[in-house]
């Protein structure tokens, strides 16, 4: 007889690399690294996968982003005094 996959298998592809999210706590983890990526123009999400899918369905984290984004960048302009 037939019997039917493991549903696991079915999650699997549902949950494909397009639809990976980090959570709550790996974005806060992660939150420099993407930062410093950003300011320096690399492809901060390909290097952070899950973290702009993340950033879009989190207020909190995406808040967090933002201000660490402004903090870095601001001390970064202010470095060479
Ligand atoms: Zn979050």
Redesign the pocket.
């Known amino acids: 007889m037939n019997l039917p996959r493991h549903p696991i298998t079915d999650l699997d592809s549902l949950l494909g690399p397009s639809g990976f999210e980090v959570?709550?706590e790996q974005?806060f983890e992660l939150l420099d690294r993407h930062v410093e990526l950003t300011l320096a123009g690399a492809d901060a999400d390909a290097a952070v996968p899950g973290m702009r899918a993340?950033l879009e369905g989190?207020p909190?984290?995406k808040e967090d982003h933002e201000s660490l984004l402004a903090l870095v960048a601001d001390d970064a302009g202010h470095g060479a005094t």
């Open positions: 959570t709550c974005c993340h989190c909190a984290c």
